[in-house]
């Protein structure tokens, strides 16, 4: 079982910056494949970046492209998604999700390739 825990959520402008991040425990972090998704109001879940179990792979949504960055340090556990340039329809509830047996070097970009999810941190950019 792993447990999965966002942070660093908020209330931006338009343009601003922000970083999530997700700490995991239970398990070895290492061990997984790791991705962000997130949810507006009245819409659902859609992929935003993915990252392979040792680091080496990114995937993103054309929507994350050119402005945010997935990350993950297997040595101090936490994965993190840098986003810049925000826009008001960034607003959603971002989660971190996580999948285990995972390949290498594979990334997952579809909601039921992921086992663990976190409860999710609000992003809110303000126009």
């Known amino acids: 079982q792993v447990q999965l825990v966002e942070s660093g959520g908020g209330l931006v402008q338009a343009g601003m910056t922000l970083r999530l991040s997700c700490a995991a425990s239970g398990r070895t972090f290492s061990r997984y494949a790791m991705g962000w998704f997130r949810q507006a109001p009245g819409k659902e879940r859609e992929f935003v970046a993915a990252?392979?179990?040792?680091?080496?792979?990114?995937y993103y949504a054309n929507a994350a492209k050119g402005r945010f960055t997935i990350s993950r340090d297997n040595a101090k556990n936490p994965l993190d998604l840098q986003m810049n340039s925000l826009k008001p329809e960034d607003t959603a509830v971002y989660y971190c999700?996580?999948?285990?047996?995972?390949?290498?070097?594979?990334?997952?970009?579809?909601?039921?390739?992921?086992?663990?999810w976190g409860q999710g941190t609000q992003v809110t950019v303000s126009s």
């Open positions: 990252i392979s179990m040792i680091g080496d792979t990114t």
């Open positions: 999700a996580a999948r285990s047996n995972s390949g290498s070097y594979r990334i997952y970009y579809t909601l039921r390739e992921y086992d663990y």
